[in-house]
């Protein structure tokens, strides 16, 4: 818990991955890292984001704004900036999932961006 909000794993277990969810505060900010092995999906639950998308190898950048509305999953594959912005007055819930479980001694998490 913090000022973005609040992350909780709910489950990690090989060979599925980690699933965890997140809140974000109105206006707060996760990610702006990349992974070299991860793999996440990302699924908004209740409010409205938006996804920010960056291929360090091709420059080639992408956003989409995800809502509980339409409840689309995006994902991030390794090597590429992400970053979840909640663009409303409300607090956000995102679902994700990971194809690895956390490793504190592993982490593969790389920070590009500053996170607000």
């Known amino acids: 818990r913090d000022a973005r909000g609040v992350f909780c794993e709910v489950m990690r277990q090989l060979p599925f991955g980690q699933l965890s969810f997140a809140t974000l505060s109105p206006g707060a900010t996760r990610g702006g890292h990349y992974h070299h092995s991860k793999v996440e999906i990302f699924v908004v639950v209740h409010g409205e984001v ?26 991030t594959k390794p090597g590429c900036v992400h ?9 956000a819930v995102v679902l994700i999932w990971t194809n ?15 996170e607000k």
């Open 100 to 114: 690895e479980k956390f490793d504190p001694l592993n982490h593969d998490t790389y920070f590009m961006k500053e």
């Open 50 to 75: 938006q996804f920010q998308h960056e291929d360090l190898v091709t420059k080639e950048n992408f956003e989409q704004n995800l809502s509980s509305k339409s409840l689309t999953a995006l994902y």
């Open 83 to 91: 970053s979840l912005c909640n663009i409303t007055d409300e607090t």
